[in-house]
């Protein structure tokens, strides 16, 4: 019996111990290092976090939450590009101060809405999931077709293509509130901001 409860103690010690761990985890203790840098256990401790899907002003976006975001902004623009929704979703998504494919400020919505114009029946396909990269950040390559405004013709525009040769990705930055802060397509391997 003696035995019994030096191990469940032995047991429940190392348990507040964990918890007390995660209790205490703060994003900003994150290095902006790849995570294949940062020890085992404090990967056990991140992997924690993250898959408690967080939902408050104080931590990170869970990434499921981010791949949801991404995918919704993508639908949105589809939705924008084949006339069954306007642009209004896309701007409901971002934050005050976006920075959308270098469009900012007063600009946002004009430059947008022109582009969207210029570029009939815009349609987005991803050619792989988002991925999350980095702490509110997430990144997909895609294809986009369109109508020429001269011809008629569709357009294709791949992001990784061998022949050309182009390796870039659509990259999403959220805030805490899950709003767009930066939306760029950028090289695949391009450094986090």
Not at 54 to 68: F, Q, R, T, V
Not at 75 to 87: E, F, I, V, Y
Not at 107 to 114: A, E, N
Request: glycine fraction near 8%; aromatic fraction near 8%; charged fraction near 25%.
């Amino acid at each position: 019996p003696m035995h019994v409860n030096i191990t469940t103690l032995s047991i429940m010690s190392a348990l507040l111990l964990s918890f007390r761990t995660v209790i205490s985890f703060h994003p900003s203790r994150i290095p902006h290092a790849p995570f294949s840098k940062i020890n085992a256990s404090s990967t056990l401790v991140a992997r924690l976090y993250f898959s408690a899907g967080n939902k408050d002003n104080d931590g990170l976006l869970a990434s499921e939450k981010l791949i949801d975001l991404a995918k919704d902004f993508i639908n949105k623009k589809n939705a924008a590009g084949s006339g069954d929704a306007t642009l209004d979703g896309v701007f409901d998504m971002c934050s005050p101060s976006v920075d959308l494919y270098g469009l900012k400020g007063d600009d946002v919505r004009p430059g947008f809405t022109s582009f969207f114009a210029s570029h009939q029946g815009l349609y987005h396909e991803l050619i792989e999931e988002p991925r999350v990269v980095g702490p509110g950040i997430v990144q997909y390559p895609f294809i986009k077709k369109w109508k020429s405004d001269d011809d008629g013709q569709e357009k294709l525009w791949k992001s990784i293509d061998t022949e050309k040769p182009r390796n870039k990705v659509e990259r999403l930055d959220f805030d805490l509130k899950g709003r767009l802060k930066k939306v760029a397509v950028v090289e695949a391997g391009a450094p986090l901001e």
